[in-house]
């Protein structure tokens, strides 16, 4: 068990639509990470939240956005929703003890768009 | 700009028989790091090691063990005496070093398969 956990399991969404992704990560983890695992292929980054504030972003459009909460919960939002971002939606926190600690991952959310 | 390489898509092995993932990767950075993970059906991802790109000397632990050899950017992971329960897909990851962060690159992973 690595204490990050994600909501919804699955969800099915029409093409257009939006949709709000959570993730709760580790008490004292201030560093999460949201990644996009197409069928059949590894995870791509993102973006990544520190303190509330993004600090980092993979190559994803702006409909892509987060929001990260003093509770250590997190939100990923994706807009006008395509066929293509069917996937898996995963998060990642980490510790502030170093920069390059260990990320552990939740169990992720399903998202297929129709 | 960093990449990660498993050219095993697939490998099928006998319960006990000793598998060995290849990765290759490319960065430009001298302070990286380097990771292996285990993605069972479930879909989560599961932390096995970390390597720091400073520390070369490879290590055992339990039935894992890892070939870090930064000459060939090679950072191979071995399962000894396969199980059942090691059927997954296995993902190795890069993260920069530094102020950088630590966005993990990941390559296209090793789906095992580990037959009775």
């Known amino acids: 068990e690595t204490g990050v956990t994600q909501s919804p399991t699955h969800l099915i969404k029409t093409r257009g639509q939006q949709v709000t992704l959570r993730c709760s990560s580790q008490?004292?983890?201030?560093?999460v990470s949201w990644y996009q695992q197409a069928l059949g292929q590894g995870p791509q980054f993102i973006f990544q939240y520190y303190r509330e504030e993004e600090n980092g972003r993979g190559n994803f459009p702006p409909r892509f956005s987060g929001l990260q909460f003093p509770n250590y919960s997190s939100e990923l939002n994706v807009n006008a929703l395509e066929l293509d971002d069917s996937a898996l939606y995963l998060c990642a926190s980490r510790g502030d003890r170093a920069i390059q600690e260990t990320q552990y991952f939740g169990p992720g959310t399903r998202l297929l768009v129709l | 700009a960093q990449k990660v390489t498993q050219a095993q898509t697939e490998i099928s092995v006998v319960e006990k028989e000793d598998v060995t993932l290849d990765c290759v990767y490319e960065?430009?950075?001298?302070?990286?790091?380097l990771f292996w993970y285990k993605q069972p059906p479930s879909g989560e991802l599961v932390f096995l090691i970390r390597?720091?790109?400073?520390?070369?000397q490879n290590e055992i632990s339990g039935r894992y063990s890892w070939n870090f050899q930064k000459s060939t950017s090679s950072f191979n992971f071995t399962i000894t005496a396969s199980q059942v329960v090691d059927s997954a897909v296995y993902f190795c990851?890069?993260?920069?070093?530094?102020?950088?962060?630590?966005?993990?690159?990941f390559g296209g992973g090793t789906r095992v398969l580990v037959k009775p």
């Open positions: 960065t430009r950075d001298t302070t990286y790091y």
């Open positions: 990851a890069l993260a920069r070093g530094g102020a950088a962060g630590n966005k993990l690159t």
């Open positions: 390597r720091n790109s400073f520390d070369e």
């Open positions: 008490s004292g983890h201030n560093t």
